[in-house]
C-alpha cells in the first residue's frame, strides 16, 4: 500500500522568492485594467464608460457628477471641447464613433447641479490670488475653489457676468445663465474693475500665499518670463500662469496649475507626486463582433434631447476585454480577470506565516492553456498557477490534501494495477501501448480490444504497458514525484527494448513527450495509417466533438481524430470553442479534486455549447460528461464498437484497473496473477455506495477497516444499534459503521474519515 | 489552569465498547494535525481506551478545523 508523506508541520517559516520582474511581466501582458481608447486619449481622464453607462441609464445626475469631476464649468467644457475622445472611439471602425461630446452637454444642461455646499465648507488656510479673466482663469478659479483654498480674483471686467463672458461667446443663452449660476455658487471673493498694471499685481499678491495668472495678463506684464507648461509655473516669478489654445487647452492647463498651486501652499516641490498626466496610450483589447448600433443617434435641434443623449449613450459597447473569462469558467468562478489573479496568487506563495487563501484557487485551474490561446496577448495562467503550486511544494507549504487523492490513484495504477510486457513470443517490441490510466479505468474492454488488433496489425511486435505517465503529479506541482516517475518509466521502457510509445490518450502524449529521446505515435494517426478496423461504427445522431486540452495547439490530432470519425460515418455539429479555444472538462490539472464546484461549473461549461452527445478523445472527458447524463463516447469505443458503459465510481475505476491486469496477464502472457481473495463477504447499501464515491473513501479503505476489526475486536456500538469501527490508512482515519447479518456477512451503512489524528489524552 | 476544551460530547450512556462490554464515558482526548493539537472532550472506552469521533462531528467541525490548518 502506497503512501505519501504528509507535510510535518505549519509552522515551516521560509518562502522561495519568485522573480518581481517576472511577475510584473506577466501581469502586465494582462490589458483589462487599461482605459478605454476614449478615456485615455482625454487628457482630462473622464471615465467615459462610466459616464455613458449612467447616462444611458438615464440617470443624468450621475453622469453629471462623474463630468464634474473633470470640469467645473461643465456646459463651458461641452460646448467647447474639441473631442479627442470621440476621434479614438472604436466604433469609427465599423460606423460612426459615440458623440460623447454632445452626450455630455445635454448631460450638462439637464443634469441635476449637484450641491456641494460652496460656503459651508471648512476652507484651507493658504490663500490664492488670481488675476485676470478668459478660460484659463475661469477653469483655475474653479479648480482652486474646488481644492478649498479662499480665492480672490483680481479681473479688469466690471462685473461677474463680465468675466464669465470673457472667451465663452460659443455659449448660448440658456448655457451662460447657467454657468452664472453655477459661478455666483461657488464661494470666491471678487475685485472687479482693476487695472492689471505690473504694479498692482505685485502689491496685490504680497498678501497672498500663492499668486496666480491669465496667459494674457503673463504676456502683457512680463514678456521675457518663461512659463514651464507641464507644471504651468513660472520659476523666477514664482507665478501660476496658462497657456490658452482652446477650450480643452485651457482646461487641461488649468488642471496642472491648480495641482502646482495645491504643492506650493504645502511648501512642496511643484514636480511632487503629480502622477501620469495627460491623455495616455492604451492596448486595451476589444471584441468588436457584438457591436450593433453603428449609426449616430441623428438630433432633431441644435443639441440631443435627454431622450436622444441617452440613446446616444447606449450606442456605447463599453470597451472591455475579457476573452478569458468569456471562455473559462474557473476565472469566471472567481471573478478575477488573470492580471489580478496572478498578482493575488503570487503574493499567496510569499507569505512566509499565516493564511494561504489563495491556496484553493491556485489549485482549481485546471492548466489547460485555453486562456493563452484565446487571450489576445496569449496570458498564461496555467504556468503562473503550476509555477506557483511548485513554488508551494518546494517550501512544504503546499497541502497535501487537495491532491493526496490523486497521487495515490498514480500510486496505484504504477505500482499493483501496473502492467508491463512484451508481446507473447517477443523479448523486445517495436511498440508499446500505453492507453492511459483513465482508458484502463474506465473502459477496459476498449483498452483490451485495441491492443489486440495493434498487435495482429503491427509488425515488430507491440508490448502493453498500463500505468500512469505521471501528468497527475506534474499538476499537483510534485516535482520531485514527478521525477521518480518519469524515470521509472524510462527503465520500464528501456527492458522492452525503447520502442514506439503508441499513446492512446493526448494528455499522456504531451506528459511523455517530456521526455528525452522518447519516439511517440498517437494511436488515432497509426488507426488512419492502418485503416480502420471492422466492427466500428459511428452514432445514429449527429455529435458534436469534444477537442482535449491535451490536444491543444496540436492541430494533426485534431485533424486526425475527425478523420476517423468521419470515416465511421459520424456526423459532426459544429459547437463554439472547438479546436486550440476548446474548454478544459474539468479533470485537467486535478481541478476536480480540489475544487468540485468549478470543476462542474467547467463540465457544464463544455456541455452548453451543444445538445447534440459528445465525442471525445480523453477518457476522462468522457467520463465526466457521461456523468452529467450526457450521451458520451470515446473515439476508441466508436473504432472498437465497444460501449464503456455507465461511469464507474471511484472504487471501481481501480477494480477495472486490476482486473484488465489480471485478465491480460492470464489470458496472453498465461501468468496466474496474485490476487487477494475476502474470505468474508462484504456488501455495501446503496446509500453508504454513494457516500463512499462522494467523500473518496475506496472500498479497499472499508476493507482495511473490516480487516481491523476482525483481527483485534475493537469496534463500538452507536445509538442506533449499528456497530462502529476505525482504523489509521496512510494519512487519515475511516470509520465504517456496519452491520453482522444473520449469515455471516458484513453490510456497510455509513462511512467517514477525516486527516486529524485522535488519541486518548491523560489528566 | 484548566485547559480550555474545543468541543465536548457527553454519551450519556448509550454507547457501548463491544470489545470491552462496557459503556464509553466522556473522556479526554485530543485531536492532532500538522504539529498543532486541540484538547477535546469525546465518548471513550475507558478501559480500552477507544475514542469515539462521530460522523457529523468529523465532516463539521474536525473538517473546518482541517481546512483551516492546511491553508497556514
Ligand atoms: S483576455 Fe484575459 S488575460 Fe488576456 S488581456 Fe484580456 S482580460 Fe487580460
Ligand atoms: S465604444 Fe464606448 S468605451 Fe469604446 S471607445 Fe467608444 S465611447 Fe469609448
Ligand atoms: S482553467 Fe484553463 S483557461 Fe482557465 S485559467 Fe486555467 S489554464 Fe486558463
Ligand atoms: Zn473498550
Known amino acids: 500500500m502506497a503512501q505519501i508523506q504528509e507535510r510535518g508541520s505549519t509552522h515551516v517559516y521560509k518562502v522561495r522568492k519568485i522573480s518581481k520582474e517576472e511577475m510584473e511581466q506577466m501581469v502586465a501582458r494582462c490589458v483589462y485594467e487599461h482605459p478605454p481608447f476614449c478615456s485615455a486619449a482625454c487628457p482630462l481622464k473622464l471615465d467615459v464608460r462610466a459616464f455613458l453607462d449612467a447616462a444611458a441609464a438615464g440617470n443624468f445626475k450621475k453622469a453629471l457628477q462623474l463630468y464634474e469631476k473633470i470640469a467645473p464649468f461643465p456646459l463651458v467644457l461641452a460646448m467647447g471641447c474639441e473631442a479627442p475622445c470621440e476621434k479614438a472611439c472604436r466604433l469609427n471602425e465599423l460606423g460612426d464613433g459615440v458623440a460623447i461630446r454632445a452626450v455630455e452637454e445635454a448631460v450638462s444642461r439637464f443634469g441635476q447641479i449637484s450641491k456641494l455646499g460652496g460656503v459651508f465648507r471648512t476652507k484651507k488656510r493658504k490663500t490664492v490670488a488670481l488675476f485676470g479673466s478668459g478660460l484659463f482663469a475661469l477653469f483655475l478659479a474653479g479648480e482652486i475653489e474646488k481644492k478649498a483654498y479662499p480665492l480672490t480674483v483680481f479681473c479688469a471686467e466690471p462685473d461677474l457676468e463680465s468675466f464669465l463672458h470673457s472667451e465663452t461667446g460659443f455659449l448660448d443663452e440658456a448655457a451662460f445663465t447657467a454657468e452664472l449660476k453655477r459661478l455666483k455658487g461657488k464661494d470666491i471673493q471678487f475685485e472687479f474693475g482693476c487695472a492689471l498694471t505690473k504694479d498692482f499685481l505685485e502689491e496685490k499678491r504680497a498678501a497672498f500665499d500663492v499668486a496666480c495668472c491669465s496667459a494674457e495678463v503673463f504676456a502683457r506684464l512680463y514678456p521675457e518670463a518663461v512659463c514651464d507648461p507641464a507644471l504651468m509655473f513660472c520659476e523666477s516669478l514664482k507665478l501660476v500662469t496658462g497657456t490658452s489654445a482652446g477650450v480643452l487647452d485651457a482646461s487641461f492647463g488649468a488642471k496642472k496649475a491648480a495641482l502646482t498651486v495645491d504643492r506650493l501652499a504645502q511648501n512642496l516641490d511643484p514636480n511632487n507626486m503629480r502622477g501620469n498626466e495627460g491623455a495616455v496610450e492604451s492596448r486595451l483589447y476589444t471584441d468588436l463582433s457584438e457591436a450593433t448600433k453603428l449609426t449616430r443617434v441623428p438630433m432633431e435641434g441644435a443639441g440631443y434631447t435627454e431622450a436622444e443623449a441617452a440613446a446616444e449613450a447606449g450606442r456605447c459597447i463599453r470597451c472591455h476585454c475579457e476573452e478569458c473569462l468569456k471562455s473559462c469558467a474557473y476565472l469566471k468562478h472567481y471573478k478575477k480577470h488573470p492580471g489580478l489573479l496572478s498578482k493575488e496568487i503570487y503574493n499567496n506563495t510569499q507569505i512566509i506565516m499565516g493564511d494561504h487563501p489563495l491556496n484553493k484557487p491556485m489549485n482549481s485551474c485546471s492548466l489547460c492553456g485555453q486562456c493563452t490561446v484565446v487571450c489576445p496577448n496569449g496570458f498564461d495562467m496555467a504556468r503562473v498557477c503550476h509555477e506557483a503550486r511548485q513554488n508551494m511544494v518546494s517550501t512544504d507549504k503546499m497541502p497535501l490534501a487537495p491532491h493526496e487523492f490523486a497521487l495515490l490513484d498514480m500510486l496505484f495504477s504504477n505500482n499493483e494495477a501496473f502492467l508491463s510486457r512484451p508481446q507473447p513470443g517477443f523479448e523486445t517490441c517495436k511498440y508499446v501501448f500505453f492507453p492511459g490510466c483513465q482508458a484502463t479505468a474506465i473502459a477496459p474492454e476498449t483498452v483490451k480490444a485495441a491492443y489486440l488488433d495493434l498487435c495482429t496489425r503491427l509488425e515488430g511486435g507491440v508490448a502493453l504497458m498500463l500505468g500512469c505517465c505521471g501528468a497527475i503529479c506534474d499538476w499537483a506541482g510534485r516535482y520531485e514525484m514527478q521525477e521518480q516517475t518519469n524515470e521509472f518509466l524510462d527503465r520500464e521502457l528501456a527492458k522492452l527494448g525503447d520502442p514506439i510509445v503508441i499513446a492512446g490518450c493526448p494528455s499522456c502524449k504531451k506528459e511523455l513527450a517530456g521526455h528525452e529521446g522518447l519516439k511517440l505515435v498517437g494511436i488515432w494517426d497509426l488507426l488512419l495509417e492502418l485503416g480502420l478496423p471492422e466492427g466500428g461504427h459511428g452514432l445514429e445522431r449527429p455529435a458534436a466533438m469534444h477537442d482535449s486540452c491535451g490536444a491543444r495547439g496540436d492541430a494533426e490530432t485534431q485533424k486526425a481524430i475527425r478523420e476517423i470519425a468521419k470515416r465511421l460515418g459520424c456526423e459532426l455539429t459544429d459547437t463554439p470553442y472547438s479546436g486550440d479555444r476548446s474548454p478544459c472538462c474539468g479533470y485537467g490539472g486535478l481541478a476536480a479534486y480540489a475544487n468540485r464546484e468549478v470543476a462542474a461549473e467547467m463540465t457544464e461549461k463544455c456541455l452548453e455549447r451543444s445538445d447534440a452527445p459528445y465525442i471525445s478523445y480523453c477518457m476522462a472527458c468522457r467520463d465526466r460528461f457521461a456523468r452529467q447524463g450526457r450521451e458520451s463516447r470515446h473515439i476508441l469505443e466508436l473504432v472498437y464498437g465497444t460501449d464503456a458503459g455507465d461511469p464507474p465510481d471511484i472504487s471501481e475505476k481501480r477494480y477495472n484497473r486490476l482486473s484488465l491486469k489480471n485478465e491480460l496477464l492470464r489470458e496472453l502472457w498465461l501468468e496466474e496473477p496474485r490476487e487477494m481473495k475476502l474470505d468474508y463477504e462484504l456488501r455495501y447499501t446503496d446509500e453508504a455506495r454513494r457516500m463512499m464515491d462522494e467523500r473518496m473513501i475506496l472500498t479497499d479503505d472499508v476493507i482495511a477497516v473490516l480487516d481491523g476489526v476482525r483481527a483485534d475486536g475493537e469496534c463500538i456500538q452507536d445509538e442506533d444499534g449499528l456497530l462502529v469501527a476505525r482504523r489509521r490508512v496512510g494519512n487519515a482515519t475511516f470509520w465504517v459503521k456496519f452491520s453482522r447479518e444473520g449469515d455471516g456477512s458484513y453490510l456497510v451503512h455509513r462511512a467517514w474519515s477525516h486527516r486529524m489524528k485522535v488519541v486518548k489524552r491523560e489528566g | ?72
Do not use: H
Request: glycine share 8%.
Open chain 2, 1 to 72: 489552569m484548566a485547559e480550555k476544551n474545543y468541543y465536548t460530547i457527553d454519551p450519556q450512556g448509550k454507547l457501548q465498547c463491544m470489545k470491552c462490554g462496557v459503556p464509553l464515558v466522556k473522556g479526554k482526548a485530543k485531536f492532532m494535525y500538522l504539529d498543532n493539537g486541540f484538547p477535546v472532550e469525546l465518548p471513550v472506552c475507558p478501559v480500552c481506551g477507544f475514542v469515539y469521533v462521530p460522523e457529523a462531528l468529523a465532516l463539521g467541525k474536525v473538517a473546518s478545523v482541517e481546512r483551516a490548518l492546511e491553508d497556514k
